[in-house]
């Protein structure tokens, strides 16, 4: 990154003229063959937009690609400021070439050291931890020291040795030309020098292998051949790029298995490289391979590797566990009982007393987790123990190295920000502990990162790598360890320094039989001593015997009384469930009655309808009838009223009066 006391338009000219860009934004053959063509195309987009501002020109014709392409960089920037162009412009170019601000000053003779900074004064806040309480600080270190080539040199160191002994992050500064900044990359130790392999960069897969030098601390890259598959030919060929891959070291060589490609296979690839021939062959496995992912973990555990977990090329969270057998390179899908942890990618695993397996945090496509899992793979059994100590936050990218009984725990996030505690678990105990906390946007709070551990000449070092916090880093951090070994030492020291200064004041006196009595002497102290001291030790085991004896006692009882209670309640399920028989009996009798109810209601509805129909022919014919009735009365009335008038018209008279 540019320093912020650098005046950003002349490291921006020295820049653009370094990238071989020219008056107008022309773009040199150099710069086409410096940089990939996106990001020459990116550059040029900036430089224009530093220079000229937003663009205004037309778009080029169709028959001019080269021309489209480099008016699509500058016109898709908008109307980015000129200041924040040169900004990107600088950082960038920085990305791609770290040393290119040096060239000039090129020394063929690179010098081996470590730079250790010190940074300004200033306040020490100490960050929340979820629960609302301050975690711990033992070690900080700033974000200004980070940044390794930008500050005065106030220590040169030679070698891991003379890292400092405290616990702290210490940034190093190693020779010769630094591996692009990435993420999600692999990194293993094979004979004190870290590999890396792969990982992630503005979006493009890489497939590079870079080592760095534990003794000169130099970096350099490996040109790797490729072996084919089917013949026993090598070839100079790059192996496909991948990111979110792990690499493991066995015996004198390592393996890189699974991560995302641009074109996935159906199943899990595993690669071998052997490093005195500096070549890569794709290793035949046999059984059925895990399907395809990255984000994964893979455990070495004994002759075997364990591989948990994961997303497969189509953004599916997986939780199954696979293992493969290294002496016949075979793949077994387990299944464990009880509850696995949850789908998920970008956690961490770790094993103790090859026995058990841990996994801790990763994240889902929504959330991050803060879970620790152990799978006994003895018995094929997966169980949530209860945590010591703090609570961890939740995080997802982080990596982890153990050193014996402790899992050192670095970097990560949790979708808003990095984790900028190192946290340690004793596996024994299942306790966490801080050892160290960083300030500020430092890679150390990164995701994707890498975490190995080295044992350089009997001491121990953790080495990051890489991640992405906000910026891709290609930076290196050491952790030492050997502050334990050394207090040791130094009481040995001390030990034995005390008993040589013992041994000549005894030795004062001419006569041999004094020193022989007192050295009796404090053989009989010393025993005594030990005596009281076993008696002791021997009384409180007894007592804690006792103690659990009682609780053992009291468990039973509580154990026999819960199996009382449940005995009860099975007899009383087994009463309700006859009633409910029963009343299940009662029920379905009563739905047939009402349903020949419903029959017969039905069946009298109709009738009751038929009545009403009858009702109404009767009330006609009673109709019908009395207007008969009346008619034939009408006429008879007419009849009687004739008299003369019906004689005199010749009415005849009616016979059946007569």
């Given amino acids: 990154m540019a320093s912020s006391g650098l005046a950003y338009p002349d490291r921006f000219y020295a820049a ?47 028959w001019n690609p080269v021309e489209q392409s480099k008016w699509t960089s500058w016109h898709g920037l908008g109307s980015m400021p000129s200041a924040e162009a040169m900004r990107l412009f600088v950082k960038i170019l920085e990305e791609e070439d770290p040393g290119w601000y040096k060239v000039p000053e090129f020394n063929p003779e690179p010098v081996v050291d470590i730079q250790m900074h010190k940074p300004k004064e200033e306040p020490q806040v100490v960050p929340a931890s979820t629960n609302g309480t301050s975690i711990p600080k033992p070690k900080t270190i700033s974000e200004n020291e980070s940044s390794v080539g930008t500050q005065d040199k106030d220590v040169i160191l030679e070698g891991l040795d003379n890292v400092s002994s405290r616990e702290e992050w210490t940034p190093l500064s190693a020779s010769g030309h630094r591996p692009k900044p990435r993420y999600e990359h692999g990194a293993t130790v094979l004979q004190d020098k870290m590999y890396i392999f792969g990982g992630n960069h503005n979006g493009r897969y890489l497939s590079d292998l870079q080592v760095l030098d534990l003794k000169s601390l130099t970096w350099s890259k490996i040109d790797a051949k490729l072996q084919a598959e089917s013949s026993d030919s090598v070839k100079t060929a790059q192996i496909a790029p991948c990111a979110g891959h792990s690499l493991i070291s066995w015996d004198d060589k390592f393996f890189s298995i699974a991560g995302h490609t641009k074109e996935p296979s159906e199943g899990i690839t595993v690669k071998e490289f052997d490093p005195h021939t500096s070549t890569w062959s794709i290793v035949r496995t046999y059984g059925k391979p895990p399907v395809s992912r990255g984000g994964q973990t893979v455990t070495l555990v004994g002759t075997t590797l364990v591989l948990f977990g994961g997303e497969d090329a189509k953004r599916c969270l997986l939780n199954d566990l696979h293992i493969l057998d290294l002496e016949t390179m075979t793949w077994d899908d387990v299944d464990a009982i009880g509850t696995p942890p949850s789908p998920r990618s970008d956690h961490a ?82 306790t966490w502990s801080v050892v160290s906390t960083v300030e500020g946007c430092v890679p150390l709070a990164s995701e994707g990162m890498t975490l190995v551990h080295s044992n350089y000449n009997g001491n121990d070092y953790l080495i990051s790598f890489g991640g992405y916090n906000g910026r891709y880093s290609n930076e290196v951090y050491t952790l030492s360890l050997k502050s334990d070994s050394q207090s040791t030492a130094k009481e040995e020291t001390v030990s034995d320094n005390t008993s040589r200064t013992l041994e000549p004041e005894v030795e004062i006196s001419q006569d041999g039989k004094i020193r022989e009595i007192a050295m009796d002497s404090a053989d009989s102290d010393l025993k005594t001593r030990n005596d009281e001291a076993s008696e002791q030790l021997l009384a409180a085991l007894k007592a804690e015997k006792e103690e659990l004896e009682a609780t053992l006692n009291r468990e039973q009882l509580q154990t026999i009384q819960l199996r009382e209670e449940i005995a009860q309640a099975e007899t009383r399920n087994a009463e309700l469930t006859k009633e409910l028989q029963a009343a299940r009996g009662q029920l379905a009798a009563e739905q047939s009655r009402c349903f020949k109810l419903e029959v017969d209601v039905a069946e009298l509805r109709q009738k009751l309808q038929s009545m009403d129909a009858l009702e109404k ?20 009335r007419r009849q009687s009223s004739g008299g003369m008038w019906g004689w005199l018209v010749g009415t005849p008279p009616d016979k059946s009066e007569s």
């Avoid at 009330?619 to 009408?634: G, I, K, P, T, V």
């Fill in 16 to 62: 653009a003229a370094y990238a071989g860009f020219g008056a107008g934004g022309a773009t040199s053959s150099a710069a086409i063959s410096r940089f990939q063509n996106d990001v020459a195309l990116l550059l040029y987009g900036l430089y224009q937009q530093a220079t000229v501002g937003p663009c205004n020109v037309p778009k080029p014709r169709a």
């Fill in 617 to 636: 022919e009767v009330e006609l014919l009673r109709r019908q009838r009395a207007a008969s009735e009346q008619a034939a009365l009408d006429a008879k």
């Fill in 349 to 430: 695993a770790a094993c103790h007393a090859d026995r058990y397996l841990l996994i801790f945090g990763g994240g889902s496509h929504a959330t991050c987790f803060n879970d620790l899992h152990v799978l006994d793979l003895q018995t094929m059994e997966w169980s949530k123990p209860k945590q010591q100590g703090l609570t961890p936050s939740p995080r997802a990218g982080h990596a982890g190295a153990t050193v014996g009984e402790n899992w050192y725990i670095v970097g990560g996030g949790n979708n808003k920000s990095g984790v900028s505690e190192t946290l340690v678990l004793n596996m024994s105990t299942l």
